[in-house]
């Protein structure tokens, strides 16, 4: 069991460029979390999907961000023209249900923007 | 409404020695709770977690958490530190909002373990 892979585990953007985030949750969870850890700080939510739906996306930024969950494939974490404060490191995590059982998490991908 | 403060941004303790890490939460109902350890450039990992069961939870790696509710309190211990446990520590409430789970984080505790 490969665990939940996410990809790139470093990203690199310019000012005004697009970031994909990918998540591939754990072989039989349909249901992915998304947060964000910004510098110093604990992580917050940002949207929770199951398969093609989005379930809650309550801690999103309005504009620029989106997320979905296809029926094939990862998940996917889309920032429009990224800027400064979008650098922080974005977690995936995976549950097979709907529960507070706990969730395996990805490594993360840490995203840079210059 | 529900909150997790983490007491100590910084722990340092020499290893062999007791760890400490100090979690207070604040819920409308029974909460689950758990520890993550996250180490350098890696993902979180759960350590332990309750869930209304025994108060006393016993997780990986030696470590321990007990869960008080009169204090509203769910700290984390071990009896000795070993250099392998530097890394940092979060401790994290659940809560139901539009019917299903949430997690909420505490700003994390960062653990150094000295030789």
């Known amino acids: 069991n490969a665990g939940v892979m996410q990809n790139p585990r470093h990203l690199v953007r310019r000012r005004g460029q697009e970031a994909r985030l990918r998540c591939s949750p754990m072989?039989?969870?349909?249901?992915v979390y998304w947060y964000r850890q910004l510098p110093e700080e604990g992580l917050k939510f940002m949207v929770y999907l199951q398969k093609e739906n989005i379930i809650d996306e309550s801690g999103m930024p309005k504009e620029r961000f989106s997320a979905e969950f296809p029926k094939e494939g990862p998940s996917i974490l889309r920032i429009q023209q990224v800027v400064r404060g979008d650098s922080a490191a974005y977690f995936c995590a995976s549950s097979p249900r709907q529960g507070g059982d706990g969730y395996t998490f990805g490594s993360g991908t840490r995203l840079t923007v210059v | 409404a529900q909150s997790v403060t983490q007491l100590d941004s910084h722990v340092s303790v020499s290893e062999g020695t007791p760890v400490l890490l100090r979690c207070n939460y604040s819920?409308?109902?029974?909460?689950?709770l758990f520890w993550y350890v996250q180490h350098p450039n890696k993902g979180l990992q759960l350590l332990l977690k309750?869930?209304?069961?025994?108060?006393l939870v016993k997780g990986i790696n030696g470590f321990e958490a007990e869960f008080k509710k009169s204090e509203t309190s769910f700290h984390l211990t071990k009896p000795s530190a070993h250099m392998s446990d530097a890394a940092e520590y979060f401790c994290v409430v659940t809560y139901i909002s539009g019917g299903y789970n949430k997690l909420i984080f505490g700003a994390g505790t960062r653990l150094a373990v000295h030789p």
């Open positions: 072989k039989g969870h349909s249901h």
């Open positions: 819920s409308s109902y029974s909460p689950s």
């Open positions: 309750y869930t209304s069961a025994a108060t």
